[in-house]
């Protein structure tokens, strides 16, 4: 079946550190990939999404561009700020009409000043 | 408008109790989902309604049902729970595309049974 694999971290960064945490997926079809963002005690927010090959999502300054050749969606931020610590999850999405979104385990970033 | 609104936020039963959680969206939406979540793992899919009729129930306990009055109510019925149900219950919405599921999460219900 489909999945999603992301570095799980913990990733801790200082201020205006550059971020990358990876995702990659496996997927019998040609999926819509997303990054969701959750803060501490809420629910999830969608970050970004790719809906194709070659798609750049990009949202808040985050960035990630859909590659199939690799078939990963890396999650990438030039300079973090302590308002980005929470918990980022990628997930994917069956373009063949199901409505299951398949999400990875989740990276915890931490930014301290 | 683009939210998803659940109630309520926190909820505190007992094991012999009875209590609903609801969720509504205005987005048109014809899509709606309950997720489970634990601490520091990902939402775990319960259930799936599409176009209100249950599509997908992830082989969950019978002591969760849920119920969709119409296509901007989600509930979620609990009855008899155990305290490893405790959890964060979100519920989300989508559109229903080819083109995958984006989906739209409510803030969740923090669930603890005692």
């Known amino acids: 079946g489909d999945s999603v694999t992301q570095m799980e971290g913990p990733v801790t960064l200082s201020e205006e550190a550059f971020l990358t945490i990876n995702c990659t997926y496996t997927?019998?079809?040609?999926?819509?990939l997303f990054w969701y963002v959750q803060y501490p005690g809420e629910g999830l927010q969608l970050l970004l999404k790719?809906?194709?090959?070659?798609d750049k999502g990009s949202n808040k300054g985050f960035e990630a561009t859909y590659r199939k050749e690799t078939t990963s969606f890396h999650l990438e931020k030039g300079s973090v700020q302590v308002s980005d610590s929470a918990v980022y999850f990628c997930a994917l999405s069956d373009r063949g009409g199901s409505e299951k979104l398949v999400f990875g385990k989740g990276t915890k970033l931490t930014v301290n000043p | 408008d683009t939210e998803v609104t659940q109630t309520p936020k926190h909820l505190v039963m007992g094991m012999t109790n009875k209590k609903s959680l609801k969720c509504e969206q205005h987005m048109g939406h014809r899509a709606m989902y309950w997720y489970k979540q634990k601490a520091k793992k990902p939402p775990e899919l319960m259930f799936v309604?599409?176009?209100?009729?249950?599509?997908i129930n992830e082989s969950v306990p019978s002591r969760f049902s849920p119920e969709c009055p119409n296509s901007s109510l989600l509930n979620l019925h609990l009855h008899a729970l155990q305290p490893e149900d405790s959890a964060l219950y979100l519920c989300?919405?989508?559109?229903?595309?080819?083109?995958?599921?984006?989906?739209?999460f409510g803030q969740g219900t923090r669930l603890t049974v005692v």
């Open positions: 309604y599409s176009y209100e009729k249950l599509s």
């Open positions: 989300a919405s989508s559109q229903l595309s080819v083109k995958g599921a984006e989906a739209f």
């Open positions: 790719a809906t194709k090959a070659d």
């Open positions: 997927a019998t079809g040609y999926p819509s």
